[in-house]
């Protein structure tokens, strides 16, 4: 693997370490309050904008089209929201919500990852 590559994705595994402690803690408050997507798409948000700020300034490192870049991560996490939405409804009933929680966030992982090196980020 490129040098660089492994670097960005050692920082993205980072980050992404804090924003999944974001987003489980804030999940884990949320479900006794209200209903488990509800709960699911307000923690993924803040685990979102966390994502976003820390990748631009310390990984990716790209300072221009903010907007655009956050409309275009947005949408990245969105699809990242909609594939652990799906596997959370989907699979609800096998297993407590949390454990679903755990178990959709490697494949939102990899989705987000690849398309935020290859669109959002991109140079």
Known sequence: ????LFKLLTRY???????????????????KHINYIIANSLAFC????????????FNFKVHDKTIIRFGRFLIVNIGGL?????????LRGFM???ELKILSMPVVIF????????????K
Do not use: D, H
């Open 1 to 4: 693997m490129e040098k660089k």
């Open 46 to 57: 803040l685990a979102v904008i966390t994502s976003f700020v820390l990748n631009r300034v």
């Open 111 to 122: 989705f987000q990852f690849v398309t935020n090196y290859l669109w959002t980020f991109k």
């Open 82 to 90: 909609c594939i652990s939405n799906f596997i959370l409804f989907y």
């Open 13 to 31: 595994f980072f980050i992404g370490i804090l924003a999944a402690f974001i987003e489980l803690s804030s999940f884990s408050l949320f479900i």
């Open 96 to 98: 407590p919500y949390i």
